[in-house]
């Protein structure tokens, strides 16, 4: 249970480090390439603890409310932290928080570095 949540902590501190200096009117210059991925909206902490298991309905809406970083699994197992691209603005709205343990496509752009993948979210919508 230390170690997962050890990691989470690794995880977050991370994401936010892959944000590179503000611009102007609170955006944030981001530096990778354009995206759109499929896979299912989770939280860390039940992706990370819970390998291969699926959650509660509810259970990962209210682990990101409670400030869990929201993550995207694609078919290939692989993850990525989801942020917002504006800088001190939260990315899960209500509408957003309603697709936790869903599959949905998220384009935007994403972000590598120390072994974390990060989209920062322009779009995200259901999918099949």
């Keep these: ?39 299912k909206l989770t939280c860390t902490y039940c992706r990370l603890a819970h390998p291969g298991k699926d959650c509660k309905k509810g259970c990962c809406s209210g682990c990101i409310k409670s400030g ?15 942020l917002n691209k504006e800088i001190k603005r939260p990315l899960m709205d209500a509408q957003k928080l309603a697709l936790a343990g869903s599959r949905v496509e998220v384009t935007g752009t994403m972000a590598k570095g120390q072994g974390v993948q990060a989209i920062f979210v322009e779009n995200m919508k259901k999918t099949e």
């Design 68 to 82: 869990d970083p929201a993550i995207l699994t694609d078919d290939e197992g692989n993850m990525y932290v989801l």
């Design 1 to 39: 249970m230390r170690n997962v949540l050890i990691t989470i902590g690794i995880v977050a501190m991370t994401a936010v480090a892959l944000a590179v200096t503000p611009a102007k009117q609170g955006k944030t210059a981001v530096e990778g390439g354009d995206v759109k991925v499929t896979g």
